[in-house]
């Protein structure tokens, strides 16, 4: 049974998915650049989201492990592929997961400088390292480990639904800088968090001890929190429409709630040259309803079990060593099982990039940047990261952006991150009149070969914008 636990969570690690969206940061067209950056340069003066459709993100990365290296018959059995992948794998590898789908969207111009944006959209969340000590425990046993340390620190994620509701504005101070911001309402439906775990499982060696070897627990403390997860254990017999109508008074901020801010800016160095940056999700997630919180703590020695056999007559019974041991582990190594409060971080988010234009373009000005020559090939390098419990994650992303004419454009680049060092990706936006549509995949060498692959991303969208010119 631990082994088929494990073998299932590797599988899940070689499907899972990532968050940072390269692709579609600084594209002075489309209204998504200013989810991720609320303070980028745009060029039109209203839009208006198709509902559900405006915005399709799912990405997908996993570090140290692919399909491939578990389902391959090149390298013996499965048992011995998933040994091999346990030698490799580190405790810093990790699976993510994201997923967004755009609810509504919208937003206009306000007077000559300002441009109003809103929305909701609904979001998915995993991130989980691989727990590389508790999982060698399970798979090998301590035979071959004695005197190490197994630290139950490994065990390690975050996993998170949730509807986002928001407002920004875009303005632009003068001829070089636009400032942006945005305010964030989160509606939770799930969470699940352990992170900051202690405790060591060790086996020693006694040769003066009542036994060979000692086995110890040594401050353990491991806790998993949940929000949104206890009433659906006692809901057995829920219909299809009870459910439906549970989840909607979840993300309608019936529940569990939390606020946040996104930050940005662009300045222009020079005409050809610009610089942004920004920050998303500085925010808090406030669990007060639906608790669960599971506590394991304690420490324990034992040097085994020596039972001893006297000869008994018929009115004696022999010694119950097992409830003795039981009794012994259960007074020592606990579990408690809470409806305690709790705050999380969202994960932050920061990107920073430069951004160098030429060709000059014969399209008019937009409305938000007047007199500003708009250029018909875009470099740039961008420097993205998400904050995560045991540190940043990063990728770096060059790219070129061509812009066709006024209804057509597309984006190539290159990126290296912890997933991959030969990412390539590309965008094409496409307007026919007011309605527009776009297409980004990123990592499109490993769609030719998934199994092989450590991260995949694909985003869609289509919605009507609108262009004062």
């Known amino acids: 049974m631990r082994k088929i636990v494990l073998i299932l969570f590797l599988l899940i690690s070689t499907f899972s998915f990532g968050q940072n969206r390269p692709l579609l940061y600084n594209v002075d067209d489309l209204p998504q650049s200013l989810l991720q950056n609320p303070g980028a340069r745009i060029d039109f003066t209203r839009h208006f989201g198709i509902p ?5 993100h799912l990405s997908a990365g996993s570090t140290g492990v692919t399909a491939h290296d578990i389902f391959s018959d090149e390298n013996g059995n499965v048992n011995e592929r998933v040994r091999n992948v346990m030698n490799t794998i580190t405790a810093g590898d990790y699976f993510s997961i994201n997923e967004q789908m755009e609810i509504l969207s919208l937003g206009w111009k306000i007077g000559n400088k300002g441009y ?26 301590n035979a071959d480990y004695i005197n190490q340390d197994f630290n139950f620190s ?45 405790g060591v499982f060790r086996t020693v060696q006694t040769p003066n001890g009542p036994n060979f070897y000692r086995h110890e627990v040594d401050g353990l403390n491991v806790i998993v929190n949940t929000s949104g997860y206890a009433s659906l254990k006692v809901k057995d017999s829920i219909t299809v429409d009870g459910a439906v109508a549970d989840l909607l008074s979840r993300s309608l901020l019936g529940q569990n709630v939390g606020v946040g801010i996104d930050l940005g800016f662009n300045y222009r160095v020079t005409d050809q ?152 990706g590309a965008m094409v936006s496409s307007r026919f009149k007011n309605f527009n549509i776009y297409l980004a995949a990123n990592d499109i060498m490993g769609y030719t070969n998934l ?19």
């Open 52 to 56: 559900f459709f405006s915005q399709l």
């Open 116 to 141: 109003f944006s809103a929305g909701i959209y609904q979001e998915l969340d995993v991130f989980a390292y691989f727990p590389k000590d508790p999982a060698v425990l399970a798979f090998e046993g």
């Open 154 to 198: 490994d065990v390690s994620f975050t996993g998170e639904v949730l509807a986002v509701y928001h407002a920004g504005f875009n303005y632009k101070v003068d001829r070089k800088l636009t400032v942006g911001g945005r305010l964030k309402l989160y509606s939770g439906i799930f969470n699940a968090e352990s992170t900051g775990n202690e």
């Open 273 to 424: 040259f610009s610089i942004n940056g920004s920050v998303q999700d500085l925010g808090l997630m406030f669990h007060q309803k639906d608790l669960e919180n599971s506590n394991y703590f304690g420490s324990f020695q034992t040097n085994g079990l020596e039972p001893l056999f006297p000869e008994l007559d018929g009115s004696e019974s022999a010694i119950p060593y097992w409830d003795v041991f039981e009794e012994r582990l259960d007074a020592n190594l606990r579990d408690e099982t809470t409806a305690n409060e709790y705050t999380t971080w969202r994960p932050l988010k920061f990107n920073a990039s430069f951004e160098f234009g030429t060709g000059k373009s014969i399209l008019p000005c937009d409305y938000l940047i007047s007199k500003r020559p708009r250029f018909m090939n875009l470099f740039g390098m961008l420097i993205s990261g998400v904050n995560r419990p045991k540190g940043p994650t990063y990728g770096v992303t060059a790219y070129w952006d061509r812009k066709v004419n006024d209804n057509l454009r597309f984006r190539l680049a290159y990126a290296v991150d912890e997933f991959s060092l030969t990412k390539l």
């Open 451 to 469: 199994a092989k692959a450590n991260s995949a991303s694909l985003q869609l969208g289509l919605q009507f914008i609108f262009k004062d010119l």
